[in-house]
């Protein structure tokens, strides 16, 4: 019984008198439709269009079957689930991407936990700098730590220049070089650091004054940890669980290095050579239950958001953590831990990998056994810098993730706004939860989906399968959770406030975005840019089924020379890598003035 | 000047929570007017509703003949086009122009020329005692020079109408009391309409010419500050202004001090719900009369000027306030006698009933 019931409907006219002034005095409206129709085409066509493609007869299975294309049939389902190979393609893939997801997330996670605490909480040598060392393997493309490994591991069963230890004349058994056990540990070391990120922030951010007030009460520190902290960490050990293990799900590259040489196969690396093997309906049923992973991480992520919602402390108002005072005793082999992590996960990788650069044979110590060639050219061979593979993979890179980093950016503040600008809309509800669905979503899965949506025209959309169009569009869409959350926090910030004061003095859209909301935001742009920038450039996954010979990336060259037993050049490539993500990390740094920390916030 | 007259006017958000219920009142031209009320009673939505930052769901909003928003005819007027100067509670400065530009975005939106525009801002300038100033970025300001940066902005382009949306709450106690002077001052000169939003019942009692109180969305009384004070019209409006607030009982919780009141103000006994007494109309006598009135000293809490001395009577805590210090000391049992213009009384639905009533 609201008062609205009382008085009369005003005449439909009037109505649509104010819908209009109000479509065109406040165009967030136009904005957050426009991009609700592409985010939904974006994000949730590719998703109909792999559905469809597990249920449909391929040209070719049809002509085998004496059906014609597009029947509906679930033979790719028997296939994957039923069928005498299902053991092959779907069983043990899954098996086994369970137990490396399950043990490599509990070791990154442990790491992650107890290196933060000691960096944030005790007075560790060097504890400033190790917070920037231990979140370098986080800057190196997913298979840095595999390429690694293979440089100094591999053994006589692959071909190409042999591992370090080969060289040597100590053959590493197979158990060593490939399978399950370096796949667990290539992944912890080289997921951990998010953990790490998100733990440290979290610590930082809570109120000192909470342990403080259980100090004076009493409690020795370790009482404190148990009672107070870690307990206070339990949402963050959440979010850090659920973010390896989506990651660990979707990961392709260390199964693919070091798996497929001994035929340890997961879900990923399964999909990706059923699509090789030119079984797309089996990829697509692949791809979707990877994607129903995805979504039950993203499910559970919102449960939790919920239902944890409790634990976060508002306000903290205390200063910062005086470090715990170790005794020498302690602070040995604590400081001996940190380092040590760091060591084996960055330092050892990159002084291996850069070691195979310069060395003409592999393990051989002699002073002229070392040469630039592999850099420079000579021996008969382009090096890097004359490779014209490389370059032009370096120059897809650059402008591939460049130009997907500037839209998702723009996009993300965009998204922003109209969030913030119609909030408790439908509209608002909507945009922020599709922009958000890639999130947890396998970069494999995703990358079956829109290649499944643009492998051939479908109405006014072109077939994009080989072109830098399709490798830009479907990195937008898989990093815009980080961009619109940036976004949409930087708004949040701001708040409607600034730009209503200018709306009262006169200033219309168009000034209002140029004049006030573009110069406040402008650390929020390059923070949106930069991210995924840095992701782009580090893009395996995502994009390894969909490059093709002219539209290389650096990852997937590297990758490619792994393949035909170039391990150095790989890891020249992945060097590249990494010293293009350095320098935006401290291009990061310098503009926004904040960490890394801040910015991945989940 | 014309008057401002809301018609009707129903906002809700999303659909359900009810904001602004129904609200037709006149806000007269000239007056400073205070909308005082708890946090969440509507305050700041009707502010923005007038200044066209919000759009009700029904109902009109005019400026003299000019119409600001019909729903009926299907009018919106655009917040520039209202001629209205609008203060935010956290002033909106924009951090990254200086004072001066802040000061004259809204001349540079209208295309004045720039020498006018430095004219008008020097001019401001000496008005707001921000000479000196104007190359600063408003991070490098007091917070009472931010407050006059964003009063200058405002009055720049001359609105007819001033709103403002709880503007003195950041600013510490003494630089309050200043700037309630000043904002009189200043009302007095532009001689315009102020509509001034904020909860703190002694902002509004010193400062508006017209207090209106709202509770959940709707205004409850709309008069001068005085006669708010001594006639309340309802329970909440006599509960809301003043401080300590006033005493409430019901006649079942305390019959004696219950029907001493209905007696003085001459209402029958059976029709006042609740009574009520301002802390400055309970006298305390330093010995209880025979068969007076009589009460226990619970605390004392002396502010200076006053005193406010808790009361235990009949079971129940009472509040006086007086200038004279107490007649006695804790734990004492003094006698009562109550003052008839402090004395009020209320029906069931909390509206007020007099004698004559
Ligand atoms: N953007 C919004 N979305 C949803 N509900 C809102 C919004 N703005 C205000 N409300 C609700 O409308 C009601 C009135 O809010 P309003 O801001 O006008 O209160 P107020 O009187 O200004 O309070 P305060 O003194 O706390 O500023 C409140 O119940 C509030 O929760
Ligand atoms: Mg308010």
Redesign the interface.
């Known amino acids: 019984m609201?008062?609205?019931d009382?008085?009369t409907r005003?005449?439909l006219?009037?109505?649509?008198?104010?819908l209009l002034?109000?479509l065109v005095?406040e165009p967030s409206y136009v904005i957050g439709a426009v991009l609700a129709l592409a985010l939904a085409y974006l994000v949730l066509a590719p998703m109909a269009a792999v559905l469809g493609s597990a249920v449909q007869m391929t040209r070719m299975d049809a002509v085998r079957a004496g059906a014609s294309p597009g029947d509906l049939t679930f033979s790719y389902f028997q296939r994957v689930f039923t069928s005498p190979v299902a053991q092959d393609i779907f069983w043990t893939p899954l098996g086994n991407t369970m137990t490396v997801a399950l043990f490599a997330t509990a070791l990154a996670v442990l790491f992650g936990l107890v290196l933060a605490m000691l960096v944030t909480s005790t007075n560790i040598w060097g504890r400033s700098i190790l917070g920037f060392l231990l979140i370098i393997p986080y800057m190196l493309p997913s298979q840095a730590l595999a390429t690694a490994w293979i440089t100094v591991f591999k053994n006589r069963r692959t071909g190409g220049s042999p591992g370090m230890l080969e060289a040597l004349g100590l053959t590493p058994p197979d158990w060593l070089a490939y399978g399950p056990l370096p796949i667990v540990i290539c992944l912890a070391l080289s997921y951990f650091p998010f953990a790490f990120l998100l733990f440290s922030n979290a610590l930082n951010k809570i109120d000192t004054q909470l342990e403080e007030a259980a100090v004076t009460l009493g409690a020795r520190p370790h009482i404190v940890w148990r009672r107070i902290l870690l307990p206070l960490l339990i949402p963050t050990t959440m979010s850090v669980l659920l973010l390896t293990v989506a990651r660990t799900l979707g990961t392709f590259a260390t199964p693919y290095v070091l798996g497929t040489p001994v035929g340890y196969t997961l879900l990923s690396t399964s999909l990706y050579s059923s699509l090789r093997s030119g079984a797309p309906g089996v990829a697509a049923v692949l791809a979707i239950v990877l994607g129903l992973f995805g979504v039950a991480m993203l499910l559970l992520d919102i449960w939790m958001v919920r239902n944890w919602q409790r634990f976060i402390t508002v306000g903290g108002k205390g200063g910062k953590r005086e470090p715990a005072r170790l005794t020498l005793l302690a602070r040995f082999p604590a400081s001996a831990v940190a380092w040590g992590v760091f060591l084996i996960a960055a330092f050892g990788p990159l002084l291996v990998m850069f070691l195979s650069t310069i060395m003409r044979e592999p393990g051989v110590f002699a002073l002229s056994n070392f040469s630039l060639g592999y850099w420079t050219g000579g021996d008969g061979r382009p090096g890097v810098f004359n490779s014209p593979e490389i370059l032009l993979s370096l120059y897809n890179s650059l402008s591939i993730a460049g130009s997907a980093a500037v839209i998702c950016g723009v996009l993300g503040l965009a998204v922003g706004y109209a969030v913030v600008r119609l909030p408790?809309?439908w509209l608002s509800g909507f945009l922020r939860q599709v922009s958000f669905l890639p999130y947890l979503m396998p970069g494999m899965a995703f990358a079956a989906a829109f290649l499944t949506l643009f492998a051939v025209p479908r109405g006014p959309v072109p077939a994009l399968y080989g072109s830098i169009t399709l490798l830009i569009l479907v990195m937008v869409v898989t990093y815009l959770p980080y961009a619109s959350r940036s976004g949409i926090s930087a708004m949040m910030q701001v708040?409607r406030?600034?730009e209503?004061?200018?709306?009262?003095?006169?200033?219309g859209f168009f000034?209002r975005i140029t004049?006030?909301l573009g110069?406040?935001q402008k650390t929020a742009l390059v923070t949106a840019i930069i991210l995924p920038f840095i992701s782009g450039m580090k893009e395996l996954s995502l994009v390894v089924m969909l490059v093709t010979p002219g539209t290389e990336l650096l990852t997937t060259q590297s990758l490619r020379f792994l393949d035909y037993g170039h391990t150095q050049l790989a890891n020249a490539t992945i060097l590249i890598i990494g010293v293009v993500v350095m320098l935006l990390v401290l291009l990061m740094q310098k503009v926004t003035k904040s960490s890394l920390a801040g910015g991945l916030g989940g | 000047m014309p008057n401002i007259t809301l018609n009707?006017v129903?906002k809700?958000?999303?659909g359900k929570s009810?904001a602004v219920?129904?609200l037709t009142t006149t806000f007269p031209s000239g007056e400073f007017i205070c909308l005082l009320g708890p946090s969440g009673c509507g305050k700041t939505t009707t502010l923005r509703m007038i200044?066209?930052?919000e759009?009700p769901?029904?109902?009109e909003i005019r400026f003299g003949d000019e119409v600001f928003y019909?729903?009926?005819?299907?009018?919106?007027l655009?917040?520039?086009k209202r001629k209205?100067?609008?203060m935010?509670q956290?002033y909106?400065l924009?951090?990254?122009m200086t004072v001066e530009q802040n000061v004259v975005?809204?001349l540079a939106?209208?295309r004045m020329p720039r020498e006018d525009q430095a004219k008008r801002f020097t001019e401001l300038a000496k008005l707001f005692h921000l000479d000196g100033l104007g190359q600063r970025y408003p991070r490098e300001l007091s917070g009472g020079q931010q407050q006059r940066v964003a009063l200058a902005?405002m009055l720049a382009?001359s609105p007819d109408l001033l709103l403002l949306d709880e503007p003195l709450s950041n600013l510490d106690a003494s630089l309050r009391l200043e700037m309630r002077a000043e904002l009189k001052r200043l009302h007095q000169t532009l001689g315009c309409t102020v509509i001034f939003v904020t909860h703190d019942q002694l902002e509004a009692m010193t400062m508006a010419t017209s207090i209106a109180v709202m509770n959940k969305g709707r205004i409850e009384q709309m008069a001068k500050p005085m006669d708010i004070y001594r006639h309340p019209s309802s329970h909440f409006v006599a509960n809301f202004v003043g401080s300590p607030p006033m005493n409430m009982l019901t006649p079942g919780e305390a019959p004696g001090l219950a029907s001493e009141m209905t007696k003085i103000l001459g209402t029958p006994a059976d029709r006042a719900g609740t009574v009520g007494i301002r802390p400055e109309a309970l006298r305390l006598t330093g010995q209880p009369a025979n068969g007076g009135l009589k009460a226990t000293i619970d605390t004392i809490q002396p502010t200076g000027a006053d005193w406010i001395i808790g009361l235990q009577a009949e079971g129940r805590q009472l509040f006086a306030l007086s200038s004279e210090p107490p007649p006695a000391d804790i734990g004492a049992e003094v006698g009562l006698n109550l003052k008839a213009d402090g004395i009020h009384a209320f029906d069931q639905n909390g509206k007020a009933v007099g004698p004559s009533l």
């Open positions: 609201t008062t609205t009382r008085t005003p005449p006219q009037a109505r649509l008198r104010l002034s109000q005095s408790g809309s708040g406030e600034p209503e004061a200018g709306m009262v003095l006169g200033a000034a004049r006030i110069p406040l | 009707s129903v809700t958000y999303g009810l219920d129904n200044a066209g930052l759009r769901d029904s109902g019909s729903s009926q005819t299907g009018t919106y655009r917040p520039e209205l100067g609008l935010f956290s909106a924009w951090p990254h975005f809204g939106m209208k902005r382009v």
